[in-house]
């Protein structure tokens, strides 16, 4: 025989499930959301987003990550949705995400990922982890890989003067001499190599899309052969073109870097009390046909350290 339930029985049940199907109501009830907020679906944003969530739901794993890709998506779609959703935060990775959150999410707690200079989108409701690698920790691994470079060349914009400004202090700091010229485009960028590349022992590139260009890129790399002045890149990409060798961030550590402070948020930390980061992750990739062309001898244990090496 089956059993009728009975109206109070019922009445539970029409609840449930009304609840079960309500917006926003997960299986674990109460179920909080993180939103992640992409500029694109690419590898290395990829990256930073597995270790994010390599933390977030290793220590917090009830959970939901709630993905959104702005170049998939139409923005004032994907602003009226993070506003329903209210998550306890919203995690960005790109240049991009970073500004459309901090124009449209002034409310909700935000975490900017993959993103060069963050400093001009702070906000109260806002701290990050830098994509760039600090002056000090490049210069000292230089310094480490290249005991006998001395003169470092570098070249910039108005845009990334203040990038210069912090290498020069660095080289002062330990023991260097910073080798400058400013440009307003890369355009000029011929002149002012073939202006430094006699004074110089290695060229220091620095992220500048004002200077750096795939044309002025190329001229560089082949310039910087010609004179016999090694150049260090910003990712293997460089160091596979013909730079001698280059330092990038480790990706997938950015991401658990952020993930710590994700969860410091969820605790309840207001996050312009989390102080902003810079990789602590950094991974090296060598040219060995460089080296070899420009005479210089790495040492054995760099190269088995090293995180990719071209040959």
Same mark, same amino acid.
């Given at each position: 025989?089956?059993?009728?339930?009975?109206?109070?029985?019922?009445?539970?049940?029409?609840?449930?499930?009304?609840?079960? /199907?309500?917006?926003?109501?997960?299986?674990?009830?109460?179920?909080?959301?993180?939103?992640?907020?992409?500029?694109?679906?690419?590898?290395?944003?990829?990256?930073?987003?597995?270790?994010?969530?390599?933390?977030?739901?290793?220590?917090?794993?009830?959970?939901?990550?709630?993905?959104?890709?702005?170049?998939?998506?139409?923005?004032?779609?994907?602003?009226?949705?993070?506003?329903?959703?209210?998550?306890? @935060?919203?995690?960005?990775?790109?240049?991009?995400?970073?500004?459309?959150?901090?124009?449209?999410?002034?409310?909700?707690?935000?975490?900017?990922?993959?993103?060069?200079?963050?400093?001009? /989108?702070?906000?109260?409701?806002?701290?990050?982890?830098?994509?760039?690698?600090?002056?000090?920790?490049?210069?000292?691994?230089?310094?480490?890989?290249?005991?006998?470079?001395?003169?470092?060349?570098?070249?910039?914009?108005? %845009?990334?003067?203040?990038?210069?400004?912090?290498?020069?202090?660095?080289?002062?700091? @330990?023991?260097?001499?910073?080798?400058?010229?400013?440009?307003?485009?890369?355009?000029?960028?011929?002149?002012?190599?073939?202006?430094?590349?006699?004074?110089?022992? @290695?060229? /220091?590139?620095?992220?500048?899309?004002?200077?750096?260009?795939?044309?002025?890129?190329?001229?560089?790399?082949?310039?910087?052969?010609?004179?016999?002045?090694?150049?260090?890149?910003?990712?293997?990409?460089?160091?596979?073109?013909?730079?001698?060798?280059?330092?990038?961030?480790?990706?997938? %550590?950015?991401?658990?870097?952020?993930?710590?402070?994700?969860?410091?948020?969820? %605790?309840?930390?207001?996050?312009?009390?989390?102080?902003?980061?810079?990789?602590?992750?950094?991974?090296?990739?060598?040219?060995?046909?460089?080296?070899?062309?420009?005479?210089?001898?790495? %040492?054995?244990?760099?190269?088995?350290?090293?995180?990719?090496?071209?040959?």
């Amino acid at each position: 025989m089956v059993k009728v339930p009975t109206k109070p029985m019922l009445k539970l049940l029409i609840i449930i499930l009304c609840l079960l /199907l309500s917006p926003g109501w997960s299986f674990a009830a109460g179920q909080a959301e993180v939103s992640v907020l992409f500029s694109a679906d690419i590898a290395p944003y990829r990256q930073a987003f597995e270790g994010f969530r390599e933390i977030v739901q290793q220590k917090r794993g009830g959970i939901a990550i709630i993905e959104h890709i702005l170049e998939r998506e139409k923005p004032e779609k994907v602003a009226r949705q993070i506003d329903s959703q209210k998550p306890l @935060l919203v995690f960005t990775v790109g240049p991009e995400a970073a500004k459309f959150a901090g124009t449209n999410l002034h409310h909700t707690p935000l975490i900017f990922s993959m993103v060069l200079r963050p400093q001009s /989108l702070a906000a109260p409701n806002v701290t990050w982890v830098s994509l760039e690698i600090p002056a000090r920790a490049r210069l000292e691994m230089i310094r480490k890989l290249l005991p006998g470079v001395r003169r470092i060349g570098v070249i910039f914009s108005p %845009d990334s003067a203040p990038l210069y400004q912090e290498i020069a202090r660095e080289c002062d700091r @330990l023991g260097l001499r910073p080798v400058g010229r400013q440009i307003e485009s890369g355009t000029e960028l011929p002149e002012a190599f073939a202006d430094i590349a006699s004074r110089i022992d @290695l060229f /220091l590139m620095v992220p500048d899309t004002r200077v750096f260009s795939p044309k002025s890129i190329q001229y560089l790399l082949a310039e910087a052969m010609k004179t016999r002045v090694p150049v260090v890149g910003l990712a293997a990409s460089y160091s596979r073109a013909g730079a001698l060798l280059s330092f990038e961030a480790d990706y997938r %550590d950015i991401g658990r870097q952020a993930g710590a402070m994700a969860l410091r948020i969820i %605790d309840g930390e207001n996050p312009t009390s989390i102080k902003p980061a810079t990789p602590r992750g950094i991974k090296t990739s060598l040219n060995l046909a460089v080296a070899k062309r420009l005479r210089i001898s790495l %040492d054995a244990a760099a190269v088995k350290e090293a995180a990719e090496v071209f040959k």
